[in-house]
């Protein structure tokens, strides 16, 4: 029976690849987390009243530069190692029966017998220092393409994760810059709406003050006109002061807007180095912790690897003798069943030949009695009168015992057709071949008749 062992590194291999993925995971997460901007405070809102002549027309707003740039595509997890400990199966037992012993001659020769035992050790010890390079071949052969599919596995995974990252800032920067542009649309109709309800103002005012003045009394003109001179001096000079309290509240608050800002983005680069600092010591925690185990796993791997391939060795030097054995009374089996399987397609061969040349000679009785069955026909034949030159075409099929089964005349004159039919039924019974295959072959014929 066959002794196939199981791997005992399989469940190890299993739990330490679940682990290893469930840390991918988790690291994945931390960065992405890392990377998102913090949730920013409500804006305090402040109301100011002003009449529409206090308003100015908006200043075009630069966007604003920063100096930040995306850093996702550096955040890729670390590589991952292949830590599986080889798998190196024992190589079955072939169970093989020993050879009966030879009986001993009368006389033994003593130096003979010492000389073929020396023989029979250094071959011994020929085929083991063999054995043992081969073992070692093919597990150097076997540690290589461990190693090959390991640095894919690293390779792809390492693609994947800086793919994701690539997609990742691609998606926040569209994001932002759609958010950009909806505020400043929504800044630009604000300001608008503003422009024109303070130019509709200042024309209703302007058309009343016509109305009021066409109104007035002409006798009360000069008058007014005196007046309405040193008013407008006063309130010329009112506005003036109060335009330019306004301007210097404006610049305050846009001075005030622009040190805010200029604060807010350096708390924001301040903290964002703080978390990239601690995320990075986490990480070169968790690469420094993951290094020690696969390196760890790769000395245990090597030395149980050694002390099986080892034993291996040993093993297979063992078999080795018992294997010649068994494979050569397997090529002497092989012989004999050759040489059974030659014999069978010779004979298979020569009963084709026969069973050919059985059928042709069952085709050539068959068709000398067809053309006896032809000549009888003819014979039976009353060729109608008048019908000089005229064709028929008969197919006949005959029963076993050679009687008419059935009869296919064609002829495009009637009398031809009745008078060949008449005839093929004036002649039967037919002599019928002997032969099975012959008869067989002679149970339908094709004949044609021409009139004369």
């Not at 990377?35 to 908006?58: A, N």
């Not at 029979?120 to 290589?144: D, F, G, P, R």
């Not at 006063?234 to 846009?254: G, Q, V």
């Not at 089964?405 to 002649?427: G, H, L, T, Y």
């Amino acid at each position: 029976m066959k002794d196939f062992k199981k791997p005992q590194s399989k469940e190890k291999t299993i739990a330490l690849g679940f682990t290893l993925g469930v840390h991918v995971v988790a690291m994945t997460g931390l960065l992405f987390l890392g990377m998102s901007k913090p949730v920013e405070p409500p804006k305090q809102i402040k109301m100011v009243l002003v009449t529409p002549e206090d308003l100015l027309p908006p200043e075009p707003m630069p966007l604003e530069q920063t100096d930040s740039a995306e850093t996702a595509h550096e955040k890729v997890a670390e590589q991952i190692q292949q830590t599986a400990k080889p798998s190196v199966e024992d190589a079955p037992v072939i169970p093989v029966t020993q050879p009966t012993p030879p009986t001993p001659p009368a006389k033994p020769d003593v130096n003979k017998a010492a000389q073929e035992t020396k023989a029979a050790a250094e071959a011994l010890k020929k085929a083991q220092q063999k054995a043992a390079e081969q073992a070692k071949a093919a597990e150097a052969n076997k540690l290589k393409a461990q190693a090959d599919a390991g640095n894919k596995a690293k390779a792809d995974a390492a693609n994947k994760a800086q793919a994701d990252a690539a997609e990742k800032a691609k998606a926040d920067a569209a994001a932002k810059a759609k958010a950009d542009a909806a505020a400043k649309a929504k800044a630009d109709a604000a300001e608008k709406a503003k422009a024109d309800a303070t130019n509709k103002a200042k024309a209703d005012a302007a058309n009343k003050a016509k109305a009021d003045a066409s109104n007035k009394d002409k006798a009360d003109a000069a008058a007014k006109a005196k007046a309405d001179a040193a008013n407008k001096a006063k309130a010329d000079a009112a506005n003036k002061a109060k335009a330019d309290a306004s301007n210097k509240a404006k610049a305050d608050a846009a001075a005030k807007a622009k040190a805010d800002a200029a604060n807010k983005a350096k708390a924001d680069a301040a903290n964002k180095a703080k978390a990239d600092a601690s995320n990075k010591a986490k990480a070169d925690a968790a690469a420094k912790a993951k290094a020690d185990a696969a390196n760890k796993a790769k000395a245990d791997a090597a030395n149980k690897a050694k002390a099986e391939a080892a034993e291996k060795a040993k093993a297979d030097a063992a078999n080795k003798a018992k294997a010649d054995a068994a494979n050569k009374a397997k090529a002497d089996a092989e012989a004999r069943e050759h040489a059974a399987e030659e014999a069978k397609a010779s004979a298979a061969k020569q009963a084709a030949e026969e069973a050919a040349t059985k059928k042709a000679e069952a085709k050539k009785i068959a068709s000398t009695a067809k053309r006896d069955f032809e000549n009888k026909v003819r014979r039976a034949w009353d060729i109608p009168s008048g019908s000089s030159g005229q064709k028929a075409t008969a197919r006949v099929t005959l029963s076993d015992s050679g009687a008419v089964q059935s009869v296919i005349v064609n002829s495009s004159d009637p009398d031809m057709k009745a008078s060949v039919e008449a005839a093929v039924r004036a002649a039967a019974p037919y002599p019928m071949p002997s032969d099975p295959d012959a008869r067989r072959e002679a149970r339908t014929f094709t004949s044609s008749f021409t009139a004369k």
